[in-house]
């Protein structure tokens, strides 16, 4: 019984993953190329996320706000199926003995972390070729001769000259990134959940799927807004890390960070921060929606 209900919830993350790259990508491409633009010390400034948008739809259309995508489609699907089956079944083996319906941060908290840091492995490669492949678009100082011509030629490329650790480049701030801001992603999520289910058990006798996804939505969205808040300087960092034209450039996140804080002050630390607040709300929640459903039409309850 345990191994179909395991597969069941690595299924549901899939999914959610699928939900959060249709919803979130154009947001991320513009984040991406805010974080590059903005940080360096020449080319093209954009002055916000809209006139970013703007340029990119102006110079390649809405393809171009889904460039890249491809390694975030396959990233995300597998990426997202690791994480919500991990943090699923590490709370469940957690939970034993406690008979408690409220959510209990030892028991969230070690889960939420365990999943992230695990699939840091897997996000830090495709990430890695996203944002080569974001960065040489619109207003690229990228020079024509070295683009990449698929991700694949990415992946290629970068093995190639910079070896297999070339790929990895960036790897610890994806995974402070990932375990620290989903144990705040998923902390908030079964809280405003659980109080929310606890006020509207107080006002409405029918329970329905629409209070269900109402509650979705938001405690999905508000956990989403709250990652990307706590994390986005380790963000910033693994974007300037992973795209640095002179690979010799230090890999330490923090010094990353003290340099861009010296040059952009803390706006710089927050670079990209209007998009992916923006993109946070909508693919969390639609990561949550899906995931809920999911797991209601696959049969598994969850607590």
């Known amino acids: 019984m345990g191994d179909t209900v395991a597969y069941k919830e690595y299924l549901a993350g899939l999914l959610a993953g699928v939900a959060i790259v249709i919803t979130g990508h154009p947001f991320d491409t513009v984040k991406v190329k805010l974080q590059k633009h903005n940080t360096e010390a020449h080319g093209i400034k954009y002055r916000n996320g809209l006139h970013c ?12 706000l889904y460039r890249g995508a491809t390694s975030s489609f396959v990233g995300m699907a597998f990426e997202s199926s690791l994480l919500f ?9 957690l939970q034993r003995g406690l008979n408690s319906d409220v959510p209990t941060p030892q028991v969230i908290i070690p889960s939420a972390a365990y999943g992230g840091a695990i699939i840091s492995f897997v996000l830090c490669p495709s990430e890695l070729v996203k944002c080569r492949m974001q960065v040489q678009g619109t ?12 991700p694949f030629d990415c992946a290629l490329q970068t093995v190639k000259n910079e070896g297999i650790s070339g790929i990895f480049r960036g790897g610890f701030a994806t995974l402070l990134r990932e375990s620290f801001g989903n144990a705040v992603f998923f902390s908030v999520y079964e809280y405003v ?26 405690s999905g969205g508000l956990g989403g807004v709250a990652f990307w808040s706590a994390v986005l300087p380790l963000d910033v960092a693994k974007t300037v890390i992973q795209t640095a ?3 010799s450039s230090t890999r330490n996140p923090f010094l990353v960070l003290n340099s861009i804080y010296r040059r952009a002050g803390l706006k710089g630390c927050y670079a990209g921060l209007a ?15 899906t995931w809920e459903l999911a797991m ?7 607590d």
Not at 139 to 150: E, I, M, T
Not at 196 to 215: C, E, P, R, T, Y
Not at 275 to 283: G, S
């Open 53 to 64: 948008t703007t340029r990119i739809l102006q110079t390649e259309g809405v393809k171009g």
């Open 85 to 93: 089956g991990i943090y699923s079944q590490t709370k469940q083996s």
């Open 139 to 150: 207003d690229s100082l990228v020079p024509k001769f070295s683009r990449y011509s698929s």
């Open 193 to 218: 959940r659980y109080y929310m289910h606890l006020q509207l058990k107080a006002s409405f006798s029918d329970h329905n799927n629409l209070i269900d996804m109402g509650v979705g939505i938001v």
């Open 245 to 247: 034209p002179d690979k």
């Open 275 to 289: 998009p992916t607040i923006v993109r946070a709300f909508p693919a969390n929640a639609a990561a949550i929606v």
């Open 296 to 302: 209601k039409m696959l049969g598994i309850r969850h």
